[in-house]
């Protein structure tokens, strides 16, 4: 069990068990070339290299991979399991929990059809913490907009946009503050404002037009201003704008399987179903002894 070197390497591992859902996890993305972008800018650091585990057979073929997405707390990539063999898995795990004696808080997101992981994280006593739907849409399936109404974020909108984020994603992983921080020509904040200039609702998304991607990452409707239609105005204002990079073809979205009114604005829109998600949070006791 080692450290990863060969970012192409995992790159192609990953996203052959990826594509498939009795392997899929939900940080990971599923095309190689955008998985090897996001290990080489996330997972890359100066001073401990790639912050991925990996177990090989005796022919020096990766069949075991673990990585860790590292903040405060840490997304888990992963377990990757092209065995069966959790035996392996467990020693694996071990490993990568002690090379991290800094993180207590560790989160999964792994396929409701991966059984395999969903057996590993019962015996780790990981628990659950939600169900989520993967959203898809594609663009010959999207009618674009005519009039726009929603506007660019400006300054002077950050007091009622900090106050309705905060009220509609209390824990969330992007604050107001961050959100803005990251604006620019590709991570984008539309507002639609009240008749006082207030943010009644909002939509921040991300593109990457080197590799095709984008992501809605968040849409909220002021609870007062709920009920008029606006979030799915909103919702298709914001996908006219997104598939009018020539290089987008499909939004992906992840929503909780909880929330009905929320999910019918993005049926309503076109969005399908492409996967369903466990949430799971697994925490370190201090005194804990692997």
Not at 11 to 35: D, M, T
Not at 48 to 66: C, E, L, P, Y
Not at 215 to 220: G, I, K, M, P, R
Request: hydrophobic share 35%; glycine share 6%; charged share 25%.
């Amino acid at each position: 069990m080692e450290k990863a070197q060969n970012l192409i390497e995992l790159s192609r591992f990953l996203a052959k068990l990826n594509n498939q859902k009795q392997f899929h996890i939900g940080y990971c993305g599923e095309v190689e070339e955008e998985i090897y972008k996001t290990l080489k800018e996330d997972f890359v650091h100066e001073k401990d290299g790639i912050s991925f585990w990996i177990a090989k057979n005796q022919d020096g073929v990766i069949i075991t991979a673990i990585g860790l997405d590292i903040g405060t707390s840490a997304e888990v990539w992963g377990p990757f399991l092209q065995i069966v063999s959790l035996p392996l898995q467990h020693q694996l795990w071990e490993q990568v929990v002690k090379g991290n004696s800094s993180i207590s808080e560790f989160y999964f997101f792994v396929n409701k059809e991966n059984i395999t992981q969903q057996q590993f994280l019962n015996e780790i006593g990981a628990a659950k913490t939600g169900e989520h739907l993967i959203l898809e849409i594609k663009k010959e399936n999207f009618h674009e907009m005519g009039e726009i109404r929603s506007k660019p974020y400006e300054e002077r909108d950050y007091p009622t946009f900090e106050k309705l984020h905060f009220e509609m994603f209390p824990n969330t992983y992007y604050d107001a503050k961050t959100i803005i921080n990251r604006l620019s020509e590709h991570c984008i904040l539309k507002v639609l404002k009240s008749e006082m200039n207030d943010v009644v609702g909002y939509a921040y998304y991300e593109i990457d037009s080197e590799i095709g991607e984008a992501s809605l990452e968040y849409l909220a409707i002021s609870p007062k201003a709920q009920n008029q239609g606006l979030g799915t105005l909103l919702l298709k204002e914001v996908l006219t704008e997104m598939f009018s990079h020539s290089h987008i073809t499909e939004i992906r979205l992840s929503v909780n399987n909880q929330n009905n009114r929320a999910n019918h604005v993005y049926f309503k829109a076109g969005f399908e179903q492409k996967h369903i998600l466990y949430s799971n949070q697994f925490h370190r006791r201090v005194d804990e002894d692997f």
